[in-house]
């Protein structure tokens, strides 16, 4: 993929009618630049990983968890407490070392492409309240899931399941509504045509919308995104205010004289506004409720428990073999929460690989169908231009490998999308 980025310096000509020359070597000087971080973050991670393993950084820490819970009054007994100490000092651990990668890429790499909306401030103010977050939801949940498997017998990989199948739709519940408005400003969408019409397209698919919703995602990048959330009769719409045309903080032109600015730049920046049009916003819409419609979200969940259940079971097949604890530094004990550590992020690891590529072809599958809802809803001809004006706004390159495309591409690329759409295109 990285022979492509750099070779393919000349827009082919199936891409002529849909990017200009100077987009699409933004976008592969982008997607190159992105190529080479991911490269040498992804290396440091396989090196720190091995150099844990290899010298004993898992029992390491476990001992030192082990330390700090006994001079709070907490014996070897209160092993769950042990476990809660060892999970607070892992995740400061990975935040740390991950923080270096994190600031490049937010104040390097998107900022040199013009992405980052963040200051340094708004940038650790945000890291440390994900941080105390996460902890507030990792820690509670944890020492429950330990305690349920402590007790729950010979089927307590029955009762995990259905506890963590409970959090995940809780988090699922409250997230939108609780846990995201910590970090984003969440609006009503002002009445208005907009509003009017995704309401009117929910109506005709019977869609139970209740709220629409933009959040401020200017102020942190300027990608673009949409979702929907919420289960049963109660669902919300969000926009990102990057995807709405007539929205978007980053299309409000500056006071008049300010930096000197003359009409040839005003015109320019005019003509080249983020986001797209109400129309446009509609067929990205009918996109998303077409997975809604099509029953993707619930097959998704579906397969997720699925997955989840089958990979407690294992646990608890594997949880009593001694020399899987022994291979990672553990002699004397069998921690649960290193047991559940080693399979699912160390023998399970092969699994995880067929399971993720199998869901990558399924996801693909899924977009096309969306698509294809779209486009039975009328909407052919705005989600082709859609797609192009999203694909040029977020600086997507759309030539790619067929190997690395298979393994790595959730949504199929751009021109087969639009390939798919062009028969009922209107002209």
Request: aromatic share 16%; with cysteine; charged share 20%.
């Amino acid at each position: 993929q990285r022979r492509v980025y750099r070779t393919t310096t000349h827009v082919p000509w199936e891409l002529g009618q849909i990017m200009d020359s100077e987009t699409f070597e933004k976008s592969r000087l982008y997607q190159l630049d992105k190529s080479t971080f991911s490269f040498w973050s992804g290396l440091y991670s396989e090196v720190e990983g091995t150099m844990i393993l290899l010298c004993g950084g898992i029992p390491f820490l476990w001992n030192l968890s082990g330390q700090i819970s006994g001079r709070a009054g907490f014996g070897p007994e209160y092993e769950i407490v042990q476990s809660l100490v060892f999970l607070l000092l892992a995740t400061l651990f990975s935040a740390v070392t991950g923080l270096p990668w994190s600031l490049y890429n937010t104040f390097v790499i998107e900022e040199k492409h013009g992405f980052n909306q963040q200051t340094l401030g708004f940038f650790f103010k945000d890291a440390i309240k994900k941080f105390i977050v996460t902890q507030c939801i990792l820690l509670p949940v944890t020492s429950l899931l330990l305690y349920i498997i402590k007790i729950g017998g010979d089927y307590f990989f029955i009762y995990a399941w259905l506890f963590t199948l409970v959090v995940s739709l809780v988090l699922v519940t409250i997230y939108a509504d609780y846990i995201a408005p910590l970090f984003d400003k969440f609006i009503p969408l002002p009445e208005g045509e907009l509003k009017q019409q995704i309401e009117t397209m929910a109506k005709s698919i019977d869609f139970p919308l209740t709220k629409v919703y933009v959040v401020e995602g200017s102020k942190r990048s300027s990608h673009s995104n949409a979702y929907f959330y919420g289960f049963f009769k109660n669902k919300r719409i969000v926009l990102f205010d990057t995807l709405l045309e007539d929205y978007s903080a980053l299309n409000k032109e500056p006071a008049e004289g300010e930096d000197g600015e003359n009409e040839e730049t005003k015109s320019k920046t005019k003509s080249k506004k983020q986001g797209c049009k109400n129309e446009e916003v509609l067929a990205v819409l009918g996109h998303e409720l077409g997975h809604w419609k099509l029953g993707h979200t619930v097959k998704n969940i579906i397969i997720s428990q699925m997955n989840s259940f089958l990979c407690f079971f294992l646990f608890a097949v594997l949880i009593g073999q001694k020399e899987l604890f022994a291979a990672f530094g553990f002699y004397d004990t069998q921690p649960t929460l290193i047991g559940l550590m080693i399979i699912f992020q160390f023998i399970f690891s092969p699994y995880n690989e067929v399971l993720s590529f199998c869901l990558t072809v399924l996801s693909r599958r899924f977009e096309f169908q969306a698509d294809a809802f779209a486009k039975e809803l009328g909407k052919a001809k705005d989600l082709y231009s859609a797609l192009i004006k999203l694909n040029k706004d977020n600086l997507g390159f759309p030539v790619s490998d067929w190997i690395f495309s298979m393994w790595h591409y959730s949504h199929p690329p751009l021109l087969e999308r639009l390939q798919a759409l062009k028969d009922a295109k209107q002209e």
